[in-house]
């Protein structure tokens, strides 16, 4: 079974996802990781993230992969190195969305993202998951926080990771991604006609999971 999870930054998908994965004991993917990991390749090769034609050429001939581990988490691998600190660092969030709007990267990547779905039953979390990607999961979340909590989560997240950013800082980049995310052309941030839609907003980590948990106990 196939479980889909989108929805925009900062309003804990990955999160939710990650841990609902680990209760069912099904693969968790996060292709949001993916794209990152991407991101690094070409700020390490020096492409700029506008140059499209490059940054395809790149993702074609880069190997992307996402192991889980026994205590939940995920460790991604770009051309067989654990990249998984490196792609949560500020510059590879600052160009991230650039380099996922252009429509031969997708393409590239959603071909590897369903190969990694046909490993088992599985939780995809993104933005085109449940439109996209595996239209036709057999269920689908849509993960949603007001602007200031997704803001005040995102900040804390940063923090603990040790980075020096300012919640101004934050509150720019979120609001720069959603713009980004929700008018590409290709494959845009949208919620599924048939996707339930959750808000997280004033709701504990468990709170979400529970709610997400018994719904598939129903439907599943």
Known sequence: MIIAVDGP???GKSTVARILAKRLAFLYIDTGSMY????????????PSDD???ISELARSTKIDLRNNADGSLTVFLDGKDVSLEIR???????V????????????????Q???GLRGDCILDGRDIGT?????????????AS???RVNRRFKELKGLGQNVSEDDVSKDLSNRDKIDSTREASPLRQAADAIYIDTTGLSIEQVVEKMSEYVKKNG
């Open 89 to 95: 660092k500020p510059k590879i969030t600052q160009f």
């Open 36 to 47: 990152r990991a991407l991101t690094l390749k070409a700020l390490e090769n020096n492409i």
């Open 9 to 11: 930054s900062g309003a």
């Open 147 to 149: 602007a200031q909590e």
């Open 52 to 54: 499209k034609n490059k």
């Open 132 to 144: 996209v990607v595996f239209p036709d999961a057999k269920i689908k979340f849509f993960i949603d």
């Open 114 to 116: 369903r190969q990694l």
């Open 97 to 112: 969305s650039d380099i996922a709007k252009i429509k031969e990267v997708r393409r590239i990547l959603v071909g590897i």
